[in-house]
Each structure stands twice: as C-alpha cells, then as structure tokens.
DNA sequence: CCCTGATTCGC
DNA sequence: GCGAATCAGG
C-alpha cells in the first residue's frame, strides 16, 4: 500500500480526531502501526491537538462485588435449532435495557458497563457482546475482558448460546 | 501482557 | 520516503 493523497488526508484526519496509532493503521488497512506512526513523523503531525491530553486506556469498571446479580434474561429454550438465532437476539435485546438499568440502581450493584468499542476497536480479548440496535448510530460492543474461554466478558458468556458444535471440539 | 507513541536505520 | 525493530512508558 502507498500513501495516496485519500490515504493521507484520511491518516491525518483520524490522527486530529485523537485514534491511536493502531487504530488508524486499521481503518486504513494494509499498514502497520508503525507505518502510521513513521508517516505522522514525516508529517509532522505528533503534536495532536493538545486538547484532550493523555490517554484514555481502560477505566476498570468498578470491582466486582459478589452481589447477587439476578440474571436479568429469559432463557433460551434448548430445542428449536432453526429459531435459536432469533432466540439469542431475543436474548439481547431484552437482557440489555436489564443490564441499563442494573447499572443506574445503585453503586453496590455489579457488573455489565462496557466500554462500548466500535467493531475495528475489537481484539482477540474483548467481549464481542454486541450493544444494541445493529442499525443505529450507537451500536458498539461491549469491550470488557474476554475470558480465555471464548469471545465475551464472564457476563455476557453466560447469556451467550453456545452453539453445539462448538461446545466440545477442536478441528 | 495488553497497549501507547518515539526513534533508529537499512532499504 | 518508508516501515520493522526497538525502545520507553502506562
């Protein structure tokens, strides 16, 4: 991949709007991190709008007491294969006004604040529980740390539907 | 260990 | 000019 001038005047766009470095390199595809860092050199482009000042790394969220959370969802029904995708979106969508408000009742109260990453911000360790409407312009994920096991945060692997053929199996 | 940006230097 | 490797740090 070369620097054309599309690729530029997007790189300094995302850099000016505070995205790290890793970041932009994967919006821009086909580039490293260091690739972007080295052309904002070239550029000249470190000082970044000293507006916002350091970085904003991940805020824990607040410690886990062992509060008895009450599991706010229906369960999915364990037969019907062709309606389990409906069945998880289900799921979501009503476990998520739940997880809303166990947040706002008080601060002894556990778990689900996520830190709300866009899809391009996911790694291999963040929980890809999806935040509502696909559609909407605050769709995002929920980000906290995914357990070794699979793909979400301990909270949101319990509401998950484990397909079965992925549940004990490697190849 | 995850991530950040900064710097160096062979290409 | 480019970017991998490396460094220093949170």
Known sequence: MNWT?????????LWAEGLSASQIATQ?????????????????????GRASAAQP??????????????KPVARPVRSAPASVGATALAVQFEA?????????????????????LTLIQLTERTCKWPNGDPLSEEFSFCGNEAGEAG???GYHSKLAYQPASERRRAR
């Open 57 to 70: 790394r991940t805020k824990k969220a607040p410690s886990v007491s062992p509060a008895p959370v009450q």
């Open 5 to 13: 001038d599309e690729r530029v005047e997007l790189l300094k766009k």
């Open 28 to 48: 821009l595809g086909g580039v490293s991190r260091n690739a972007v860092i080295g052309k904002v050199h070239r550029l000249k482009l470190s000082a970044r």
């Open 151 to 153: 793909p979400y945060c």
């Open 96 to 116: 998520q006004p739940a997880a809303r408000a166990m947040v706002h009742m008080s601060e002894n109260v556990v778990l689900p604040i996520s830190r709300n």
